[in-house]
């Protein structure tokens, strides 16, 4: 039953990612956030026993064939585990920078799995056999969620 082990796994990354996304608006790079940052990391890194930047490189165990789009990335992590999962989170000043992302994953052979939207940020699906990517975005931000897709 590879769908409930999907699940489970969203269930653990997609809040860390909403949460993070939410908590990096603003973000301004002085003594205060930087205190901000370092406690809402050891407070992510306590939750889901992984490893969490707020801004700064991709996780080393980033898959390769997961393309990620220019920008600045404000968080990046996983859940301890690679194969439980990643969440990066970047800023971008391309004009689209989730179009930007979805042409990077379909050029990289991923395919369009499902798609969820909303008023003001959608989210779609892919997969390339391999991993699924859960991609979400507004006018400057774009999210990555990255899971193991089910075998």
Request: net charge negative.
């Amino acid at each position: 039953m590879p769908e409930p082990r999907i699940r489970g796994r969203a269930a653990a990354l997609l809040p860390l990612a909403a949460l993070t996304a939410a908590l990096l608006a603003g973000c301004a790079g002085n003594p205060v956030q930087d205190l901000v940052d370092r406690t809402v990391e050891d407070a992510v890194e306590g939750a889901t026993g992984g490893d969490v930047e707020l801004s700064g490189d991709l996780p080393a165990d980033f898959p390769e064939s997961v393309p990620v789009i220019d920008g600045t990335i404000e968080l990046a992590g996983g859940t301890g585990s690679s194969a439980e999962g990643w969440v990066v989170v970047l800023s971008s000043p391309s004009s689209d920078p989730l179009a930007d992302a979805t042409t990077a994953l379909t050029g990289a052979g991923f395919t369009q799995d499902a798609t969820l939207s909303g008023e003001s940020a959608g989210g779609s699906v892919y997969t390339d056999g391999e991993y699924l990517v859960v991609l979400a975005g507004d006018e400057t931000t774009v999210t990555y969620t990255v899971m193991p897709a089910p075998r």
